[in-house]
């Protein structure tokens, strides 16, 4: 093991730059459950960095097996570098899973007779929310999911932690036009349906036996009247109590698993 004790070493310089999202092609992984996931997933690691208090003997004995060194920090350096207030003591520094349509290309054609649905996110920003509805993606298996320009992060650390490994496995197409995945969706036989709360169909009319494109606007906006029109239906999960809307993550799951029990 290496040890580092100044919080200006360069490497902790480089680590914290992949925390705030300034290179590109590297992502910053932290705790226990999510590097376990990273191993299940073979992700290329990068760094290692543990603090002196990490006991996870077990979890270390792990990592020789990956060939890339572990480096001790001091627990005050540590702070410096988790991006949670109570860290585990252990972040990966790993390379950023592909994205591209392609991947969800090759996952919908692979899915083809089980369940073709993807989920388009249309400039979200709560990164929580999308750790969350990715989660939820992966739990019901969709084909994959498509985020759009100004979206938030899907590698960002607390979209990471949301989505509790979800992010390393599933297809994912970042930096998306609208317009573009909409008629991408036409090409690939796949019908269109939004989430709105003045619609008047239920999500439990829609017919999911069809191959579809599961569309969600902002958290604060939701899609455009423009944009409606280009949906080819718009779907309401139906509230009582003069209820308005729901989390957006919480509307996800419920059409997602309703979806997924009608297949």
Same mark, same amino acid.
């Given at each position: 093991?290496?040890?580092?004790?100044?919080r200006?070493?360069?490497?902790? %310089? =480089?680590?914290?730059?992949?925390?705030?999202?300034n290179?590109?092609?590297?992502?910053?992984? #932290?705790?226990?459950?999510?590097?376990q /996931?990273?191993?299940?997933?073979?992700?290329?690691?990068? /760094?290692?960095?543990?603090? *002196?208090?990490?006991?996870? #003997?077990?979890?270390? $004995? %792990?990592?020789?097996?990956?060939?890339?060194?572990?480096?001790?920090?001091? *627990?005050?350096?540590?702070?410096?570098?988790a991006?949670?207030?109570?860290?585990?003591?252990?972040?990966?520094?790993?390379?950023?899973p /592909?994205?591209?349509r392609?991947?969800?290309e090759?996952s919908?054609?692979? =899915?083809?007779?089980?369940?073709?649905?993807?989920?388009?996110?249309?400039?979200?920003?709560?990164?929580?929310?999308? +750790?969350?509805?990715?989660?939820?993606? *992966?739990?019901? =298996?969709? &084909?994959?999911?498509?985020?759009?320009?100004?979206?938030?992060?899907?590698?960002?650390? %607390?979209?990471?932690?949301?989505?509790? +490994?979800?992010?390393?496995?599933?297809?994912?197409? /970042?930096?998306?036009?609208?317009?573009?995945?909409?008629?991408?969706? %036409?090409?690939?036989?796949?019908?269109?349906?939004?989430?709105?709360?003045?619609?008047?169909? &239920?999500?439990? #009319?829609?017919?999911?036996?069809?191959?579809?494109?599961?569309?969600?606007?902002?958290?604060?906006?939701?899609?455009?009247?423009?944009?409606? $029109?280009?949906? &080819?239906?718009n779907?309401?999960?139906?509230?009582?109590?003069?209820?308005e809307?729901l989390?957006l $993550?919480?509307?996800?799951g419920?059409?997602?698993f309703?979806?997924?029990?009608?297949?």
């Amino acid at each position: 093991m290496l040890k580092i004790t100044s919080r200006d070493n360069q490497r902790l %310089k =480089n680590a914290r730059k992949v925390r705030d999202g300034n290179i590109n092609d590297l992502i910053f992984v #932290e705790g226990l459950r999510l590097c376990q /996931e990273v191993l299940r997933s073979n992700l290329k690691i990068e /760094e290692i960095f543990v603090s *002196e208090s990490f006991a996870k #003997e077990d979890f270390l $004995a %792990k990592l020789s097996d990956t060939n890339i060194s572990v480096t001790v920090i001091s *627990e005050k350096v540590f702070n410096s570098l988790a991006d949670t207030k109570t860290s585990q003591g252990i972040v990966f520094i790993c390379r950023k899973p /592909e994205t591209s349509r392609y991947l969800i290309e090759t996952s919908l054609d692979a =899915n083809k007779r089980e369940f073709p649905l993807v989920v388009l996110l249309h400039q979200i920003n709560n990164p929580a929310n999308l +750790g969350a509805i990715l989660r939820t993606c *992966e739990a019901v =298996n969709v &084909s994959g999911l498509i985020l759009t320009k100004s979206s938030a992060d899907a590698f960002s650390p %607390k979209a990471l932690r949301g989505a509790m +490994g979800a992010s390393f496995r599933l297809p994912i197409w /970042e930096h998306a036009d609208f317009l573009e995945v909409i008629n991408w969706a %036409k090409e690939n036989n796949l019908v269109s349906v939004g989430a709105d709360v003045n619609a008047e169909k &239920s999500y439990l #009319e829609i017919d999911w036996k069809k191959p579809r494109l599961l569309i969600f606007g902002s958290e604060a906006h939701g899609l455009s009247a423009d944009e409606r $029109a280009l949906v &080819s239906e718009n779907l309401v999960i139906p509230m009582g109590n003069n209820v308005e809307s729901l989390n957006l $993550a919480v509307s996800c799951g419920v059409i997602l698993f309703e979806a997924r029990r009608v297949q």
